[in-house]
């Protein structure tokens, strides 16, 4: 999930914005149906018994992507954006760390591979929705007032950076829980300046916001679980499911739609998406904590909410992907 669903996103992501941002071409036609194909081999190649092959091939991916931005980056001058291509390169050492660590081929826990990949992409999250919540939620309701503050955002920001080193260093269980506790509040601070409240009745916004808070409740656990006052995986699910599920299903539905020539504009099958996947991670995590005598009966109700979104998902967007742009125009 962390290294296949979660990074095809975000190539899909990278590939749209870095053609945005920077008016060059990026991969399309045979090339990106190359990509699709590296992808899908990293997929099929766990289940066999070429361990080597399917580390390789898994972190060739995000290294594939990498290289598929830098050129159109590099070609206009871009640094800006450089970072990215850094991020990715990262992703594929956490992806190949893991494996290899898994195979025995070096003394390195497997879990630190997850760890950092998440954290990795959790500073990918960060960025992109500071980028683009505070405008999307202007753009969609007349006075909003969404704000950014340079001080919030550089702490926000910074607290992941730091979450990232301090789980690569091995970082005593104090200094994590103080990092994280910064982070919580920082991206608490960072969020109540997007007004989330002035977001209710646009569902394509509301989204974000919501999928966004649970990266300070993220945060908040995982100072809660180096204290032991709860259990680390509640703090991973608040970002997986909640932050990574809610903002990735609310950012594929509305390029969708965009990008089809349709109306930005959220209707049932898309609300029920939303409330499932949030509730997912409600249960998730919460559920868990709250109800531990029912801990296999959350993962299973979470799980099924989960797989629900995203069945509706497949269900509502494949005629929208798989056929011409309603406007006629090109993509």
Known sequence: MIFGYTLAVIAGFLFTAVRNWTGQPTPTGALLAGYAALWLAGRLLVLTPFALASALVNAAFPLAVAAGIAVPLARAGNRRNYFFVALLAACGLAEIAFHLSLLGVFEWPARLGLQCGLDIVLFVIAVMAGRVVPMFTNNAIPGAGATRNAWIERAALGSVLAILAADLA????????????????????????WRPWKTLHAPLVWILHEAYAWIAIHFALRALAAWDVVATPFATHALTIGAIGGMT????TRTALGHSGRTLKAGGAEVACYLMVMAAAVVRVFGGLALPHHYVGTIVLAASLWSAAFATYALTYWPVLTRPRVDGKPG
């Open 249 to 252: 299903l609310g950012m594929m």
């Open 170 to 193: 091995g970082a005593s269980s104090i200094v994590v829980a103080v990092i994280a506790a910064a982070g919580a509040m920082a991206h608490a601070a960072r969020l109540a300046l």
